[in-house]
């Protein structure tokens, strides 16, 4: 194509730009070098409508100043097509664009990002990459690097390339319960092929990390919770995104009951639990409840161990249990229960005091617990009647169980100093 064309080609594609400047522009980059006298610049746009080609509606060829000093920058979609306005598809995946320079003065020169109109969706990345020396640089909306540059020839080979990326695409898999382990986090790194990621957790520790030959990734087992999620490459800056694993709310399981209660007394267990939905009750004599908040009684004494388990609708549940001591009224000189029995205990500061009157001669055993279930002593005495002072060491709560004529008496007293 004669030159006059291309000048005529490339001020109408100008103007056309200029048109949709009037308008909202949005995927375009102007980069801009300087040298402190002299500034040239070339545009990087993507657009639907857009081809890797020339586009006639878009593009724009290249006019080189004949000046002996002014600098040039260009991109190209050939070796021998050059553009100042390069219009390319919609950004969708990762594109590396060649960055050309016509340096003709050895010197020093900066580079200039500028965006234009809106600019690029919040969290694209764009990057200028020195082949020279190997380095990053952050290259977005109003970036500026400055590079020692040494003249060289309009066609030598490019020194810079711009990496530009989509936002990374994260989506996730909630928890199935507060506390499990079994969230997802799912990564779409766009046209990269060799990346990796390392998602810390707010203490500060690696949960999980790895390389990556795939635009995509698939992070497992993960525990409910907010995490920072760091992705990198060989040709992009470390990318930082929150992300946070979501949980149904934990299911509290809870109830209140007296801690000791008297044999065929009906108590009510009331339910106390935090967003559940059912519950199972075991009362630790083969009982057992699907009640919000049932009652219950206990036929014979002793300590029996009451558990409540509450789940919600995921099947998410919460367990508790708690120690119930069912206590046979013991009154003094009493036959209990009819069966000829008596049974007298009481306690004077640090000493225990107990009497027991058997219907039959027959071996009695008295148990004294602390209230950890921990056996104090035990006494065994034979005949139809005992007394017996037992001292206890230290101050606090005991329960005494007597067994008299095969008969189970439990009670609670207090030892004070």
């Given amino acids: 194509m004669k030159q006059s064309s291309k000048i005529i080609i490339s001020i109408l594609a100008s103007l056309m730009l200029c048109v949709n400047c009037a308008l909202s522009i949005s995927d375009a980059l102007k980069i801009k070098v300087l040298n402190g006298t002299y500034t040239d610049e070339t545009v990087v746009r ?7 080609n ?27 097509t050059e553009l100042s306005i390069n219009a390319l598809p919609a950004l969708t995946e990762k594109q590396d664009i060649a960055l050309h320079t016509h340096i003709k003065v050895t010197g020093t020169y900066t580079f200039q990002a500028i965006a234009l109109g809106t600019g690029f969706p919040s969290g694209t990345g ?20 400055t590079f020692q540059m040494t003249a060289n020839s309009l066609n030598s080979a490019p020194r810079f390339i711009i990496h530009i990326e989509p936002p990374l695409n994260i989506s996730t898999v909630a928890a199935t319960c507060s506390g499990s382990s079994d969230g997802i986090i799912n990564i779409h790194k766009a046209g990269n092929l060799n990346w990796d990621y390392q998602l810390v957790n707010q203490t500060g520790n690696i949960v999980a990390a790895a390389a ?7 992070i497992l087992n993960v525990q409910a919770g907010t995490y920072s999620l760091y992705t990198s490459s060989m040709t992009t800056l470390t990318d930082t995104t929150i992300v946070t694993i979501a949980a149904p709310l934990p299911v509290v399981a809870a109830f209140s009951s007296p801690d000791t209660i008297l044999a065929f007394t009906t108590v009510v267990f009331n339910n106390q639990s935090v967003n559940a939905a059912a519950y199972t009750w075991d009362f630790g004599d083969g009982s057992v409840s699907d009640s919000l908040s049932p009652g219950h009684s206990f036929n014979l004494p002793g300590i029996y161990s009451v558990s409540l388990t509450s789940s919600d609708s995921n099947g998410c549940s919460s367990f508790i249990s708690k120690d119930i001591i069912v206590e046979q009224d013991i009154s003094t000189g009493i036959d209990l229960e009819n069966t000829g029995n008596a049974v007298e205990i009481s306690v004077s500061g640090m000493d225990l005091n107990i009497n027991v009157v058997s219907k039959a001669s027959s071996k009695s055993t008295l148990f004294v617990y602390n209230t950890a279930g921990r056996l104090i002593t035990e006494r065994s005495f034979t005949g139809s009647a005992f007394s017996e002072r037992i001292h206890l060491v230290s101050a606090g709560t005991y329960i005494i169980r007597a067994v008299v004529n095969q008969k189970l008496y439990t009670k609670k007293i207090i030892a004070l100093n």
Avoid: C, H, M, Q
């Fill in 212 to 218: 990556s030959s795939t635009d995509t990734a698939s």
């Fill in 126 to 145: 764009i990057t200028l990459e020195d082949l020279t020396t190997g380095l990053l640089y952050n290259f977005k909306g109003g970036s500026s690097v």
């Fill in 46 to 52: 993507f657009l639907p409508t857009a081809t890797p």
């Fill in 54 to 80: 020339f586009d006639g509606s878009w593009d724009a060829y290249k006019l080189f100043n004949s000046s002996a000093v002014i600098p040039a920058i260009y991109t190209r979609i050939d070796t021998t």
